[in-house]
């Protein structure tokens, strides 16, 4: 599974970004899918994932709960993060990934990593 992730950029405090991850291959469905993010000289955290299939289930951190919203559309191989009220704190380069059969925190859990895209939230 190869992933690409798009959609970051330059955007003011309290505006909004969506960000795509497009996967490669005829199984997408069986993936869990996860957006972790990597701010500098931070550690790269957990932001949202949404299960497997018809994605029912989501997860969010707490710092992103009612700001994100993570989605899928299976028919398209994509999985988005919608971002809105975003906040400086929020600057960091944004990761999806793929788990197959299942999602976690844990971005070891993790089998599969796109190649990031940077999200820059000025004040």
């Known amino acids: 599974v190869q992933l690409q992730a798009s959609g970051g950029g330059l955007v003011q405090s309290g505006g909004s970004l969506r960000l795509s991850c497009e996967a490669s291959?005829?199984?997408?469905?069986?993936?869990?899918m996860g957006w972790f993010r990597q701010a500098p000289g931070k550690a790269r955290e957990f932001v949202a994932a949404i299960d497997w299939g018809g994605g029912v289930r989501t997860f969010y951190a707490d710092s992103v709960k009612g700001r994100f919203t993570i989605s899928r559309d299976n028919a398209k191989n994509t999985v988005y993060l919608q971002m809105n009220s975003l906040k400086p704190e929020d600057t960091a380069v944004y990761y999806c990934a793929a788990r197959q059969w299942g999602v976690d925190y844990s971005d070891a859990a993790y089998e599969y990593w796109g190649q990031g895209t940077q999200v820059t939230v000025s004040s």
């Open positions: 291959g005829r199984t997408f469905s069986t993936y869990g």
